[in-house]
């Protein structure tokens, strides 16, 4: 069988995300995920931070990234 190079792009993509999936993890992502957790809590108890409403962070999502 034979695909245009036009389709060789998007044949190879699949297999790059599988390939990202089956990779080994990241042996400092879970302590990084860990501290920027704890560093957002503190800046809600800190109250430097605040939570946005989820219709609100939808809304924005849709006007600024998906141009809706």
Excluded at 12 to 19: D, M
Excluded at 20 to 34: G, R
Excluded at 39 to 50: D, K, S, W, Y
Aim: glycine share 4%; net charge positive; no cysteine.
């Amino acid at each position: 069988m034979h695909f245009g190079s036009t389709r060789r792009p998007r044949l190879r993509s699949p297999l790059n995300s599988w390939q990202a999936w089956t990779a080994p993890p990241d042996p400092d992502a879970e302590a990084a995920w860990a501290a920027e957790i704890q560093r957002r809590v503190a800046a809600l108890e800190a109250g430097t931070t605040q939570l946005e409403p989820w219709g609100d962070v939808k809304r924005r999502i849709e006007r600024e990234i998906l141009d809706r």
